[in-house]
């Protein structure tokens, strides 16, 4: 089982708040540390204010060595196709070839209002065209164009550079980085991960509904041709983990969430409840969970599940 780090820095966080946390995921052994790409608070004053997913993750690659990277997930709205093209090449390249992106349709409207962000009713065409220029521009060999006709895009004979460093999961004889797809839609979001992704993400799901979504990617990959082994599948949940319960309940507290509720819908409580969950979201066939941390000033929390439950997993 694969454990990665997710942090919410539009919740409050300094750039120097997650670096610390990047290099405690480093240094612990973490598989990966991935942000949020959000520019607005969901509760709370959210200061010091919004840091810029990208610049974010440029500054953690240079910073990093070892730790994979990316966002979970990035908006289509927010940027460009082909400026994200650039952007995730280009911390790429930085990282030394440990990047990957998430990508998705975006839902917070308030957000885009405070910004200035147009935030079309209808966007689940414009992500459908963000993943084929993006891997497209990636794909493209060098001394080649790219050109593209879309509903939304256009782009004519584009050089499709710079090149990230990785080549793609799906097509080793290209230049791409790994794309992350995820939602809860029964055919439309598994068929488009079966086309780009190399993970599937479920954010937050229902216990009793991960078996039914996993079932519904089986099916777009059968339908795709592609091998079942070639997907990843993932979940990001919240993360309140403690040596006992007193240290659960105090962690809780912190973030403003009742034990029950944490117990109900993340991995959460004793150490021994936390192995029990993992194993059990094991078995109904993920092989990585995003741990949800919420405060990101409590690195002890980080260290307890890297010293107590990671080796129980085996």
């Known amino acids: 089982m694969d454990l990665r780090i997710f942090t919410e820095p539009q919740q409050g966080a300094t750039y120097d708040d997650l670096l610390a946390v990047a290099k405690a995921t480093e240094d612990l052994g973490f598989d990966a540390f991935f942000r949020s790409d959000h520019y607005l608070t969901m509760g709370g004053d959210g200061l010091p204010g919004p840091t810029d997913a990208w610049t974010t993750l440029a500054g953690l690659a240079r910073e990093t060595s070892r730790i994979r990277l990316g966002t979970l997930v990035s908006?289509?709205?927010?940027?460009?196709p082909g400026i994200l093209a650039i952007q995730v090449a280009q911390v790429d390249q930085m990282s030394g070839g440990r990047v990957e992106l998430g990508l998705g349709t975006g839902w917070f409207a308030q957000e885009h209002a405070a910004y200035g962000i147009p935030f079309p009713e209808k966007r689940f065409?414009?992500?459908?065209?963000?993943?084929a220029v993006v891997t497209g521009l990636w794909g493209t060999p060098v001394g080649e164009t790219f050109s593209h006709e879309g509903a939304h895009y256009t782009l004519t004979d584009s050089p499709a550079l710079p090149k990230p460093v990785q080549q793609s999961p799906l097509d080793p004889s290209r230049a791409g980085v790994p794309v992350i797809v995820g939602g809860s839609g029964p055919r439309r979001t598994p068929a488009l991960a079966a086309r780009y992704a190399a993970e599937f993400n479920l954010a937050f799901p229902a216990f009793d509904e991960i078996a039914d979504k996993l079932a519904n990617v089986d099916r777009a990959l059968t339908e795709a041709g592609r091998a079942p082994e070639s997907l990843v599948r993932s979940a990001a949940l919240v993360l309140c983990a403690g040596a006992d319960e007193a240290q659960v309940a105090r962690r809780a507290a912190a973030i403003g969430r009742e034990v029950d509720e944490l117990r109900e819908h993340g991995v959460a409580g004793t150490v021994d409840e936390v192995v029990d969950r993992l194993a059990w979201l094991r078995e109904q066939g993920?092989?990585?969970v995003y741990l949800q941390v919420l405060d990101v000033h409590d690195l002890d929390h980080l260290d307890l599940v890297a010293r107590e439950v990671v080796p129980r997993l085996g």
Do not use: D, K, N
């Open 286 to 288: 993920l092989s990585r």
């Open 75 to 80: 908006s289509a709205t927010f940027r460009h």
């Open 125 to 131: 065409g414009i992500l459908e065209e963000q993943l």
